[in-house]
């Protein structure tokens, strides 16, 4: 059985928890604690280098890391990954936005909230810059959106699933998703799919 690597409160861990159960793909989920260092020991880095999860076995040996990377190979085949050469493209396009304009920000700030004990340098920059830019990639979502119910074609793909992870618990860093009223429909579109799951559940 595939094994995950994971921490419950992750959006990059739910990403691959929310795609897998979609798909009715068994898991077996393994809980480390990174504010604990659990995913730096010598034995999680021999297997996964960067330190991060999520990561995964599959029932072959291989490992594999990084949130994106993973919901790709399990979507390759699926209804998740449009077969379309440009949709699949512009797949890849979100994925990339998410990791480099919207996870940075939305993500990070969200966890410097949830753990104010952690000592981060990055808490001088929240209000002056981390948040600002959060807003910043909240607002591309919201002009995409307000003309079509998913990001790529007219299908629930990976897209979505990647960027939904975090954006429907921006609150919790602080994000008000008043003012976006295509992101916050687009949010109630995700949470209908069938196998939904939320991310508080393993």
């Known amino acids: 059985m595939i094994r995950l690597y994971d921490y419950l409160p992750s959006g990059n861990g739910y990403k691959v928890r929310l795609l897998l159960t979609q798909l009715?793909?068994?898991?077996?989920?393994?809980?480390?604690?990174?504010?604990?260092?659990?995913?730096?020991?010598p034995e999680f880095l021999r297997k996964f280098p960067n330190g991060r999860i999520p990561a995964i076995e599959l029932d072959d040996g291989k490992l594999l890391f990084e949130s994106n990377a993973l919901i790709l190979y399990f979507a390759e085949g699926t209804p998740f990954l449009l077969a379309d050469r440009f949709q699949r493209a512009q797949v890849f396009q979100w994925l990339f936005f998410e990791q480099y304009s919207h996870e940075p920000y939305i993500a990070s700030v969200r966890y410097l909230m949830m753990h104010p004990a952690v000592q981060d340098p990055r808490r001088t920059i929240v209000d002056t810059m981390?948040?600002?830019?959060?807003?910043?990639?909240?607002?591309?979502?919201?002009?995409?959106?307000k003309s079509r119910e998913w990001l790529v074609g007219e299908r629930y793909s990976v897209a979505d699933i990647a960027l939904y992870a975090y954006t429907h618990v921006a609150d919790e860093g602080g994000f008000d998703l008043?003012?976006?009223?295509?992101?916050?429909?687009?949010?109630?579109?995700?949470?209908?799919q069938p196998r939904y799951i939320p991310i508080t559940q393993s």
């Open 178 to 192: 008043a003012g976006y009223p295509a992101i916050r429909a687009w949010l109630e579109r995700v949470k209908s």
């Open 130 to 145: 981390m948040r600002p830019r959060g807003y910043d990639a909240l607002g591309v979502m919201e002009g995409h959106l």
């Open 24 to 41: 009715g793909i068994p898991f077996e989920r393994i809980e480390l604690n990174i504010t604990k260092g659990e995913t730096r020991t």
